[in-house]
């Protein structure tokens, strides 16, 4: 059984959403680029799929080498430093067009991530980061539109390491999202569910001006798969999140392969609620930006 390895960076922005993928799933690698503008609902982006991951290199530690792909209608080069990470990818279109992404994302000092192993045997196992609420600036070009992330309005870059021996089916919840509380802090979301059920683990956290708050409870989730641009609810029972995303955009994709099989509901827009800090100090939020999804997966 091989590992899978995965990063999947987001940014998320108020009328933007891009994601990047670069990931060897053992019989699969892929490498990825999606954009889509939420109000209008334009999207495209390439994936390239690679049999058995060939050419696809991920450190067994996430961030120590630069990731990079290069094939003739995608070329992809994520590098970190002390002070964040680049994103820098050129692709074709699939009406010809060029088109170019170039962020970079920040890691503010002191800023605290969340990274947790969640154990469903001796054998299968999965390490995951979740970072949330990292600033997020850079241009995206697409054609002869260029659009500004991150200058008129802020943007936030999230980015998901993976590496582990997975089921073969599997589903998930993901949410996430970051912006300013009504007092004025910068607060980021990570939410999670399904997938951790059982183990005793969560990779759920909220976290104020860099500093995380963990949860160590499975979180309320409440959506409607069928409908999925209905509001999503998540609450903790224990008080320390409920909050509400209003879509704005579904991102659903579907893959039906010889071994291979998922789809995936993944909205953006924005949530509003409260969240609650570890000494019980309670913060409004009203419309900052973030994602849900549900996954549901055989691989």
């Not at 607060?187 to 963990?214: C, I, P, S, Y």
């Amino acid at each position: 059984m091989r590992t899978k390895k995965w990063d999947y960076w987001a940014i998320v922005g108020r009328d933007l959403a891009v994601g990047l993928v670069y990931a060897d799933v053992g019989y699969l690698g892929l490498a990825t680029i999606w954009w889509a503008e939420l109000e209008s609902g334009e999207e495209g982006g390439r994936d390239v799929a690679l049999p058995f991951g060939r050419g696809l290199s991920l450190p067994d530690v996430p961030g120590t080498t630069p990731l990079r792909h290069e094939s003739p209608k995608l070329r992809m080069a994520l590098s970190d430093d002390a002070g964040g990470t680049r994103l820098q990818v050129d692709w074709t279109e699939a009406d010809d067009r060029p088109g170019s992404l170039d962020v970079v994302v920040d890691r503010p000092e002191d800023h605290e991530s969340l990274s947790v192993v969640i154990p469903w045997s001796e054998s299968q196992f999965q390490f995951t980061t979740k970072d949330q609420a990292r600033p997020a600036t850079g241009v995206l070009r697409v054609g002869d539109t260029v659009r500004g992330i991150g200058h008129d309005a802020p943007a936030w870059g999230v980015l998901d390491v993976g590496r582990g021996r997975w089921p073969y089916s599997i589903n998930w919840n993901w949410a996430g999202g970051a912006g300013h509380a009504t007092t004025g802090e910068v607060v980021g979301v990570q939410m999670g569910g399904k997938w951790t059920r059982g183990t005793g683990f969560t990779e759920n956290a909220v976290t104020v001006d860099g500093r995380l708050h963990k949860i160590g409870r499975e979180l309320d989730w409440d959506y409607s798969w069928d409908h999925p641009m209905r509001p999503w609810r998540v609450v903790d029972p224990g008080g320390a999140i409920d909050l509400t995303l209003t879509p704005r955009f579904d991102r659903h994709e579907r893959t039906n392969a010889v071994v291979l099989r998922n789809e995936v509901h993944q909205v953006f827009g924005t949530w509003s609620g409260t969240v609650r800090c570890e000494d019980g100090a309670a913060l409004r939020l009203d419309g900052i930006d973030g994602f849900a999804e549900e996954a549901r997966n055989r691989w």
